[in-house]
């Protein structure tokens, strides 16, 4: 057993490689001490977390930020809703309603780390193929919104979707999509471009199954406070839905900081194929945040309690909070300029329940790669507090005599002197030598009192 003295601090190497059981892992495990740490009953002991080490190989887009539904036809749209009562042409498999031509595909990503295009291309292409897929199952059809073919509104539809067939009432096509990422706006625009998504009818809603995910795209979140009290409900009630917007169903000429494209939008050229931009489209309500949560929380749970969180509302066992300043597959480095501290009191230190978690409150997968911190603990006479002295005017001498504000000019940068060649028709003259009534200026270097 170690036992602390006023003159004997004793740090703890913590790794999460030594934890104990087999199915701990690096997000949630125990460390079991050899020797516990303990001091006399007249004093109190206090940990501090002064370094740690933590890997930054989490994805932004995990398990539970990687899949998002997509809704077409469905008979809550408010535009879809005023057209429902017209007769369906040519049915298919006995569906004789509009309703009944709803349609919903979930749509799963690849997990790992991206930028916004590279997040944009992914998804167009998977919801892209998924599409496809269930076209070929069932063909998707888009409605018109009138069955008479000579009236206004199925004359601007027929124009709209770009299929001059005056036929039908309805246009049968896959939904196909493009984007749009603005630098400017940090916004995203997602779109339509098959037939029936040119149309008012062929309007989507996307709802995203991960805080994450909807933060990464720009969409509507909820709070981490709203995510724990849904803790266990179904994915789709923790995230809003996006609906999607046409030209044809507002007067507005913007929507979210984008311009609304119409029929006199110019067209987009992807892989040698023109597609028209002015189909539905979904945009960014909120600015894209790529790294929306990019803290990790260290826990120490059999520690006496030492902060207040926002998100339990309670007192925390939060030892540290540590920014991931590095990118991706890299370490970070943390050492903190006011370190957290904990009073532990009298209590024997046997063993750390350690959990790892995001702002969110959820754990973190680090994909198996380890971690360490470093805790020191410390003993002090009981009714002594280390960390205010009796001196009242210690903060402001502290302050004063700072090395910033001492040597006032050590950051600042100097141009290099500049060595100018004597042309080659003179010959160098030696400087002169300085006057004796000329002081020699001697750099002094001040005591930090």
Request: aromatic share 8%; with cysteine; charged share 20%.
């Amino acid at each position: 057993m170690v036992k602390l003295t006023l003159d004997r601090p004793y740090t703890v190497h913590a790794r999460s490689l030594d934890r104990t059981g087999s199915e701990l892992t690096p997000s949630q495990y125990k460390l079991v001490l050899r020797d516990s740490i303990t001091c006399a009953d007249s004093m109190y002991m206090i940990a501090t977390m002064i370094s740690a080490k933590v890997p930054s190989t989490f994805y932004q887009i995990d398990s539970k930020n990687n899949k998002f539904t997509v809704g077409f036809n469905r008979s809550t749209f408010s535009l879809f809703a005023k057209y429902t009562d017209l007769a369906v042409v040519d049915p298919i498999a006995g569906k004789t309603t509009r309703a009944d031509y709803e349609r919903e595909l979930t749509i799963t990503i690849q997990k790992g780390n991206y930028d916004i295009e590279s997040l944009l291309a992914e998804i167009k292409k998977k919801l892209n193929a998924a599409c496809t897929d269930a076209h070929a199952t069932e063909p998707f059809r888009t409605f018109m919104r009138s069955n008479t073919l000579s009236s206004d509104l199925a004359k601007d539809d027929i124009a709209d979707s770009g299929v001059a067939d005056d036929s039908k009432p309805h246009r049968i096509s896959a939904p196909q999509f493009h984007y749009e990422y603005n630098k400017h706006l940090n916004k995203v625009r997602l779109y339509r471009t098959d037939p029936g998504g040119r149309m008012a009818l062929g309007k989507f809603d996307i709802q995203t199954q991960g805080v994450k995910l909807g933060m990464a795209l720009g969409f509507n979140h909820i709070t981490a406070q709203q995510l724990k009290l849904l803790a266990g409900a179904d994915p789709k009630q923790t995230t809003s839905t996006e609906n999607s917007v046409h030209f044809r169903e507002t007067t507005d000429t913007e929507w979210y900081d984008f311009t609304i494209p119409n029929k006199d939008s110019p067209t987009v050229t992807v892989g040698g194929t023109v597609l028209n931009t002015y189909g539905h489209a979904i945009y960014s309500q909120n600015c894209v945040n790529m790294f929306a949560n990019d803290s990790v929380y260290i826990h120490i749970n059999n520690l006496p309690s030492n902060a207040y969180t926002t998100l339990s509302g309670t007192s925390s066992t939060v030892m540290a909070v540590i920014p991931m300043y590095s990118g991706s597959s890299s370490e970070n480095f943390h050492t903190p300029s006011n370190p957290t501290s904990t009073n532990i009191g009298s209590m024997t230190v046997s063993e750390l329940d350690i959990k790892v978690t995001d702002a969110m409150g959820q754990l973190i997968d680090f994909n198996g790669v380890e971690h360490e911190f470093q805790l020191l603990f410390e003993a002090f006479e009981n009714g002594t507090r280390s960390d205010k002295p009796d001196d009242p005017n210690y903060g402001a001498m502290n302050f004063r005599n700072a090395f910033s504000n001492i040597h006032t000019n050590a950051s600042q940068r100097h141009a290099a002197p500049i060595t100018r060649r004597a042309p080659k028709s003179q010959p160098t003259s030696r400087p002169k030598s300085r006057p004796k009534s000329q002081s020699t200026i001697v750099s002094q270097s001040h005591s930090i009192m």
